[in-house]
């Protein structure tokens, strides 16, 4: 049986990405073959604010100037 899957190497310990269908002492052969470093894409600026669950009044994008410049609390629902 041949199985390929990607794996990180965490200094001592190569640890795969999936489950193996082994049985515990089965020996193997691994050939070791280094993947290029995945660039991250940058996350847009509306995931972001979705990440923060962020709560505010419900009328905040109308009147955003009115709580950015007032000095009174901003009322939350």
Sequence with gaps: MTQTME???????????????????????ITVQ?????????????DTARSMNLVGPT??????DNYLHSHTNVPTD
Excluded: C, I, M, Q
């Design 59 to 64: 009328d905040w994008s109308e009147n955003f």
């Design 7 to 29: 794996a990180v190497f965490d200094g001592r310990y190569l640890l795969p990405d999936e489950e193996l269908d082994l049985k515990s002492n089965t020996r193997v052969l």
């Design 34 to 46: 280094t993947l290029p470093v995945a660039k991250a894409s940058p996350r847009s600026f509306l």
